[in-house]
């Protein structure tokens, strides 16, 4: 497989995954943007064909420090889609950061490339051209999201029954209750608590806006084929049932279990087996109580915006993710409040230019374009 994005939270668990399968999987690509020692440290160990450091400062230490093995070693964006391609490869995991994602993904795509999905900003930017690619060249898309994969488990068995409705739980994040006056002052330490999950930053602030349930609708609108509308988002603090599916006889299917993404990782790569894992096991006597609730949308107004920038298609999700990834490097820098996060998505989206049927040249201009008002917006309501 390549592991595109190996330092980051995601692919450092599923490289936890190979260490627990080493006859199973074996890792041909490794791809990290910046982690430059800890790339060396994996190569070292797993031995990889490439080796590719996103930003291009980090090349000469990467190479120098692998020049005694068999590993290749290259530097640039283009190199991680390039690698994406490799011939020895059946599977990529794509587990970069935001929109980053979405032209490696292509590539792999076009190249035949099995999809192991973690980056879920590749299907809100893109998820019409990602999709049909993926339908032309008979690739899967397999999910790594934890709600997409309980979602996806739950399908398997369905064949064509038709899916009436989808809940995609989340835990509500770290601010689960509270209203916008209680918002107002908030830093990036407190937003980065999650109550359940241990995740990377920018999901880490996604998750307290819900803005992370926004993308993940969308995300789910694209894997499954289902109808905005159909996909109901609902808070279960204890993030213990994954997602739900119902289907036309009222049946509900649900996948428990505790949270760990090691387990949305594996199945994404063993499917349809299923592999043993090393984790701790759920048992409900201990957990207890299981609760249910819906999202405050007037408080957390990430929500609705994904909704609307679903329903009016095009370009507007790409914008949307553009704003959003823009807003939450600002709140994270502390150049403006969390409430503003929303604010600001809003804004872009009123002002950016709107495409029906985008190609994947005009996403990447309209995701520049849209970091670029973004950052306006930006300097002129919060100047430092
Ligand atoms: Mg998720």
């Not at 934890?146 to 995609?168: D, T």
Request: hydrophobic share 40%.
């Amino acid at each position: 497989m390549a592991l595109l994005g190996s330092t980051g939270s995601i692919g450092t668990q599923a490289l936890d995954v190979v260490r627990q399968h080493p006859d199973a999987f074996c890792i041909e690509v490794l791809t990290a943007q910046n982690q430059a020692d800890l790339l060396i440290r994996q190569a070292l160990e797993f031995k990889p064909n490439i080796v590719v450091i996103g930003n291009e400062t980090h090349y000469e230490k990467v190479r120098d420090a692998l020049a005694h093995t068999d590993t290749k070693v290259f530097a640039g964006a283009g190199s991680i889609a390039d690698a994406a391609t490799c011939e020895s490869v059946d599977t990529v995991v794509t587990a970069l950061l935001g929109y980053a994602g979405l032209n490696p993904t292509m590539k792999a795509i076009q190249a035949g490339k099995h999809i192991a999905l973690a980056n879920k900003e590749t299907l809100v930017a893109g998820g019409a051209i990602v999709c049909r690619a993926a339908r032309e060249q008979q690739v899967a898309i397999t999910p790594i999201d934890s709600e997409h994969s309980a979602i996806f488990q739950c399908l398997a068995g369905e064949y064509m029954n038709p899916v009436e409705r989808i809940f995609l739980t989340g835990s509500g994040g770290p601010f689960r209750g509270k209203k916008r006056e209680q918002l107002q002052d908030i830093k990036p330490e407190q937003a980065l608590k999650h109550p359940t999950w241990h995740m990377g930053r920018k999901i880490s602030i996604d998750s307290a806006t819900l803005m992370n349930k926004g993308l993940e609708m969308i995300e789910a609108r694209w894997l499954f084929g289902v109808k905005p509308q159909d996909i109901e988002v609902v808070i279960h603090p204890e993030s213990i049932v994954h997602s739900m599916v119902s289907f036309q006889d009222g049946s509900v299917k649900a996948q428990l279990g505790l949270p760990d993404m090691k387990l949305p990782i594996q199945y994404a790569l063993s499917f349809p087996q299923r592999l043993s894992l090393d984790v701790p096991r759920l048992d409900l006597t201990q957990t207890g109580n299981l609760h249910f609730e819906k999202p405050d949308t007037e408080t957390f107004r990430c929500l609705p915006l994904a909704y609307q920038a679903i329903d009016k298609g095009g370009n507007m999700p790409c914008i949307m993710n553009a704003a959003n990834e823009i807003a939450v490097q600002a709140f994270l820098e502390e150049r403006i409040p969390f409430l503003a996060i929303a604010d600001l998505i809003s804004r872009t989206m009123e002002r950016a230019s709107f495409l029906p049927a985008p190609n994947i040249e005009e996403l990447n201009e309209s995701d520049a374009e849209s970091r670029r008002l973004c950052q306006e917006l930006i300097g002129t309501a919060f100047p430092s």
